[in-house]
């Protein structure tokens, strides 16, 4: 188990899910996590980490706001003295069918891709002239969260997929810009997984679970399972994993 003892982490979409479960793993291995999300409140889970100041919440947060990410960003540095890492992971899926409202498709493209545009350049401008540290000189790590949508395509989700691909896109391309200033961008790749948000969109939309792959484990993950990928990249363990996409499936190719 890697330690992140010291370190300064922003999660974005921290309220529940992949978020949550990331956000409440780092906490516990002993970083100090800022996160933001569109609830305006944190979630239950949070509450004693709020109360040791290992974790702080901004509420009411929509991240495809360009200007608060910037300003989000600015405050974590000003007040931590450093940023060593981030997880985009503020997302969402919106029902779409074979052709998408535009509505549907405005909202995903400024969510999926404007927040992961807003707050990995907010965080490499500010990660790129910090001090390394550590034995591999590092100044940070970006973990982007896709989706196996983001490696081929699904049937109904064509919005979705576009964006999770360019998720993936953003995290190689900014591998190749910044590396050189030892700072890494990876993604991970979660196959279905039992957020909240998953268990509303079974209960609400007819067919739902049928547009979905299978995979050769037979089940859904946890949010702590994609979790524990995330925390992996964000360590040492992980110190010459740079631009890749790490699937984390159940097996689903």
Known sequence: MASQEGRNIVVTGSA??????????????????WTV???QAPADELKPWIEKGKVHFEGGIDTSDRATARRYIADVVSRAGRLDGLVNNAGIGLFEGPIASDEAYDRMIAVNIGG????????????QVQKPLGPFNSRGSIVNIASGAGLRGVSGLAVYCATKHAVIGLSRAWQEDFGKFGIRTNSVAPGTTATAAFKVRVKEEEGFLETLPSNPLGRVAEPSEIANAVAFLLSDESSYVAGEVLAVSGGHS
């Open 16 to 33: 529940s899910g992949i978020g949550l479960a990331t956000t409440l793993l780092l906490a516990a291995r002993g970083a100090t996590v």
């Open 37 to 39: 999300d569109m609830a």
């Open 116 to 127: 992961v545009w807003n707050y990995g350049t907010a965080a490499l401008r500010a990660m």
